[in-house]
């Protein structure tokens, strides 16, 4: 079995920071404090609750009893309204390397990101990619990625036997690399998110690429028979 561990903002797609606006406006419910997501946290990578806990930080408001989780949860109910105020979009190869995997039995795909479970619900219903992740594993508390990645390699064990050459973590930040070397994993970093691609190599990611590759030459790295060639666009790293 291979088992793909897709991280979904930056690599699946792309809100243009349509988030920010539920964000800002949960804080200001919440702390009562004016609040711009978009200049005081670079959130690449970040979990949605390590993001609650710096935002806490930054307006200077201790996030006690149950503050945090409220200003999450508010968060989550006013993504579907925010989504729409900005132009995002799936990215490139997303789609089609999506639906190719969907018919390979011996492929799963999962989210593992650092949106709650109810981000992550909003965000790929409004891009129409629900259809394509069953599960996943999520920001379910101030845990860092890696404790994400590890409960979603527990939930790929639990479907079916994966050995760690057929494990593959896409992602956009040194957060997924790191995250992906918890967990033995192989990262195929895009720099289609907060990072460029030298930032990417920089933390030695199995493969990284400008952005996802076509979906053949997708689905032959995977396999582990790559197509390097001198057309192809893609700029991988050394082997
Ligand atoms: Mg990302």
Redesign the pocket.
Same mark, same amino acid.
């Given at each position: 079995m291979t088992v793909l561990f897709w #991280?979904? #903002? =930056? +690599?699946l797609l792309t809100t243009g920071r349509a988030g920010m606006f539920a964000w800002n406006d949960s804080v200001k419910e919440v702390t009562g404090q004016d609040f711009d997501l978009r200049t005081q946290v670079r959130i690449? &990578?970040m979990t949605d609750y390590q993001i609650a806990a710096r935002t806490f930080d930054v307006v200077g408001v201790r996030p006690e009893g149950d503050l945090l989780e409220r200003m999450v949860r508010r968060y989550e109910e006013l993504l579907p309204a925010s989504l729409p105020l900005r132009v995002g979009g799936v990215l490139p190869n997303v789609r089609e390397i999506l639906e190719r995997l969907r018919s390979r039995p011996d492929v799963r795909s999962y989210l593992l990101t650092g949106n709650t479970r109810g981000g992550a619900r909003a965000k790929l219903a409004h891009y129409n990619l629900t259809e394509f992740f069953p599960d996943g594993a999520f920001a379910e508390d101030a845990g860092d990625r890696s404790s994400i990645a590890r409960r979603a390699l527990e939930l790929a064990k639990r479907a079916a036997p994966v050995a760690e050459e057929r494990l593959f973590v896409i =992602? #956009? +930040?040194p957060h #997924?690399i790191e995250c992906a070397n918890a967990i033995s994993a192989r990262t195929i970093a895009v720099a289609t &998110?907060g990072y460029t691609l030298d930032e990417l190599q920089a933390h030695q990611p199995w493969r990284a690429f400008a952005e996802l590759p076509p979906v053949e030459d997708f689905v032959a790295l995977i396999d582990g028979h790559p197509r390097p060639g001198p057309g192809d666009p893609a700029h991988s790293t050394s082997a």
């Open positions: #991280d979904i #903002d =930056g +690599t690449a &990578g =992602g #956009d +930040t #997924d &998110g």
